[in-house]
């Protein structure tokens, strides 16, 4: 069974999220922020992170460019899911090596489908 970190500084976003991907057969990790992401990460070793982008302290945006500059954890997949919704945001984030941008308020379909497409 996959792993999968969720982060959201939102706790019903946060629920609402992990019930979806835990009804698709995930087994679930939660953080409220960044620097807990961040933690989780490192001593846990999830096989994707699906992370809201606009936290106090430490965004999404961060959290991505912390973990890509980090040898053991470079290679793990990140699933934006955010309420931006912009092209340039789109843009942003596929640079920082985001696989798969969702916007909120997500469907369970949306969110369980991008995660599927990237680890199955």
Do not use: F, H
């Amino acid at each position: 069974m996959k792993t999968i970190l969720i982060v959201d500084d939102v706790q019903s976003q946060l629920d609402m999220m992990a019930n979806y991907l835990t009804k698709a057969g995930y087994n679930i990790i939660k953080a409220t922020n960044g620097q807990e992401a961040i933690d989780k990460t490192l001593q846990k070793k999830p096989d994707m992170i699906v992370t809201d982008w606009m936290m106090p302290e430490m965004g999404g945006l961060d959290i991505c460019r912390q973990l890509k500059k980090n040898p053991e954890t470079s290679e793990i997949p990140i699933v934006a899911c955010t309420a931006k919704d912009r092209d340039v945001d789109r843009m942003w984030a596929m640079k920082q090596g985001v696989k798969a941008y969702v916007t909120k308020p997500c469907t369970q379909e949306e969110l369980v489908g991008a995660v599927q497409e990237i680890i199955g």
